[in-house]
DNA sequence: GTCTATAGTTCGATAGAC
DNA sequence: GTCTATCGAACTATAGAC
C-alpha cells in the first residue's frame, strides 16, 4: 500500500510534456478556484489547448482531478511520512511535521489546493470526497502511531489518536487563517507553541 | 460594535416567513453543496418557488449569501463573544470554548456552512472573502485580548495572539476531519486535551 | 494531436403577465 | 407575490475534420 506504484508501462515518457503541463495548470486553477469553481476551458487556455485539446489527453474534469490530487499526494508523501516511521521519539516526530509547515509556508498554492479541496469535498456527492476520507484516515493512522511508539512516553491507543487528531487539526486550521491573512499568522511559530507545549507536558506526570 | 443590531423598522414582521424560509434553505444548500455548487433554483425549490420568486426577496445569489452569513454570525456571536469577553481567566475562556465546541458536535449544519464557506472564499474573487477576513480578524483579536488579560498568567501580545491562533486552528481543524469521519474525531475529546496541554503548562514556568 | 462545431445542460438574472 | 418565458452566458463532453 505504501511501496512503489508507477503502474504505467513506459508511454508515460512518450509524451510527457502535454499531460505534465496540463496537470500542472489544473493544480493551479483548483487551487485558486477550487473544483467547481475552476472550469476545464481556463485549463486548457492556460496551456495553450482548446477544450477539446485538453479531453484528448483526460476523458473528463473529473479524471484530471484524480489526477492532480495523486500526484500531490504523492509528493507530499514522499516529502513526510519517509522519515516520520521509523524514529519514533515525539520530538523527533513534531521537528519533522514543523519543517513540513516551514515548507508549507513557502509554497501557498500548495497549500490552498488540499485547504480548498478537503473542505470542498465534505459537501454531496463531491468526487474528491474518497479520496480524502482516505487520505486522513492514513495521516490519522500514521501519526498516532508513530506517537504511540514514542520510548520515552508510551501513550495508549485512545490517548495517541486523540493527541495525533489535535496535531493534525492545528496544521489544518492554521492553513485556512494563514491564507486569508498571511501577515498576522505566523504558521510556524503556532506550530512550535504547541510542541512546547507538549514537550512540556511529558516531562511532567500527565 | 456588540450591541444590539435590529436596523429594520418594522416591515420585517409585514412578511417575515419568505424570507426567513428561503434564508434557511438557502443555508441548508451552501452547507451541503458550498456556494458555487448550490444554484438559486436549488434554494428556490426547496421553499416552493421558482427561481423567478426567490429574486422577488432577493435581488441576486450574492445578496443571498451575505445575509445567511450575518445571520449565522449573528447567532454564533450571541452564542460565544457575550461571555467570552468579561471573566478573563484562561481557564474559564478555555470552557467556553470547549462548551461551543461541543454544542457544533450537535450541529453539523452549523460546522458544515462555515467549514466549507471559509476554505471556498480564500478562492479568487470570492464573494464571502471579505466576511472571513473580518471574522478571524475579530475572533483572533477577540480570543487573544481574553488570553492577555488573564490575571493568573498575564501573556504579552505576541504570545497571546499566537496562542488564540493556535487554539482557533485546533476548533478549524478539527471540524474538516470531523466533518469527513464523524465516527473517528472526537472534537470535544481532542479539544480538552489541548485544554489540558493549557493548563499544565501555566503550572509550570514559561 | 489539436482543432471547429455543436449538442445538451445548467445557471443567474430580467421582463412582464396574472 | 409568484409565475412563465426567455435571454445570454458558461459549462462538460462528443463528433468529426484536418
Redesign the interface.
Known amino acids: 500500500m505504501a511501496a512503489g506504484a508507477d503502474e504505467q508501462p513506459t508511454d508515460r515518457r512518450e509524451r510527457p510534456n502535454r499531460r505534465a503541463e496540463i496537470v500542472q495548470a489544473a493544480f493551479e486553477l483548483f487551487s485558486?478556484?477550487?473544483f467547481?469553481?475552476a472550469s476545464l476551458g481556463a485549463v486548457a487556455a492556460r496551456v495553450g489547448l482548446t477544450n477539446a485539446g485538453l479531453l484528448h489527453y483526460f476523458s473528463s474534469k473529473e479524471e484530471l482531478l484524480t489526477v492532480v490530487l495523486a500526484e500531490r499526494d504523492r509528493e507530499t508523501r514522499e516529502h513526510a511520512e519517509r522519515s516520520a516511521s521509523e524514529d519514533g521519539s515525539l520530538h523527533a516526530t513534531l521537528e519533522q511535521l514543523r519543517a513540513m509547515v516551514a515548507h508549507n509556508a513557502e509554497n501557498a498554492g500548495l497549500v490552498?489546493v488540499f485547504?480548498?479541496l478537503?473542505?470542498?469535498?465534505?459537501?454531496?456527492g463531491h468526487p474528491a470526497?474518497e479520496f480524502?476520507?482516505g487520505r486522513?484516515?492514513r495521516v490519522?493512522s500514521n501519526l498516532a502511531g508513530a506517537l504511540a511508539r514514542d520510548p520515552d512516553r508510551p501513550l495508549d491507543d485512545d490517548a495517541s489518536?486523540?493527541?495525533a487528531?489535535?496535531v493534525?487539526?492545528?496544521?489544518?486550521?492554521?492553513q485556512?487563517?494563514w491564507?486569508?491573512?498571511p501577515d498576522?499568522?505566523?504558521m510556524e511559530?503556532?506550530f512550535a507553541?504547541?510542541e512546547?507545549?507538549?514537550e512540556?507536558?511529558s516531562d511532567?506526570s500527565?
Open positions: 485558486e478556484r477550487g467547481r469553481g490552498q485547504t480548498v478537503a473542505a470542498e469535498s465534505v459537501t454531496d470526497q480524502f476520507r486522513y484516515a490519522r489518536r486523540t493527541l487528531n489535535l493534525i487539526a492545528v496544521m489544518d486550521g492554521l485556512v487563517q491564507l486569508l491573512a498576522e499568522v505566523d511559530a503556532a507553541l504547541l512546547r507545549l507538549l512540556g507536558a511532567r500527565a
